[in-house]
């Protein structure tokens, strides 16, 4: 059993920027940031696979948000920049330790193996 725990998140004005954190307590293929706003289906929007090599973005955040890894602390960075009102929501990181999963495969919540309790980001207009 594989833990995540999210950090970084909190309020900001449009145009800032926030970095998220996600500390897992053991090896997954690949890790994935989700966000998710009441009433919305949850939303994958970066993922990456292990090794740092590797990632993809959602178009609604791509240009605008950086996802990376620090291998040494096994955690996951979600850089978000140019930060939009529409960003707003609780951003949840997910691993999956299967092999070989596409990165649209990998954006879905169902192909998730363990998931964070979630982080609030803010972003106000």
């Known amino acids: 059993q594989v833990q995540l725990v999210e950090s970084g998140g909190g309020s900001v004005q449009a145009g800032g920027s926030l970095r998220l954190s996600c500390a897992a307590s053991g090896y997954t293929y690949s890790t994935t940031w989700f966000r998710q706003t009441p009433g919305k289906e949850r939303e994958g929007v970066a993922v990456?696979?292990?090794?740092?090599?590797?990632?993809y973005y959602a178009d609604s955040v791509k240009g605008r948000f950086t996802i990376s890894r620090d291998i040494a602390r096994n955690t996951v960075y979600l850089l978000m920049n140019s930060l939009e009102p529409e960003d707003t929501g609780m951003y949840y990181c997910?691993?999956?330790?299967?092999?070989?999963?596409?990165?649209?495969?990998?954006?879905?919540?169902?192909?998730?193996?363990?998931w964070g309790k979630g982080t609030q980001v803010n972003v106000s207009s």
């Open positions: 997910a691993a999956a330790n299967k092999r070989s999963l596409s990165p649209l495969r990998l954006l879905t919540p169902a192909i998730q193996d363990y």
């Open positions: 990456i696979y292990s090794g740092g090599v590797g990632t």
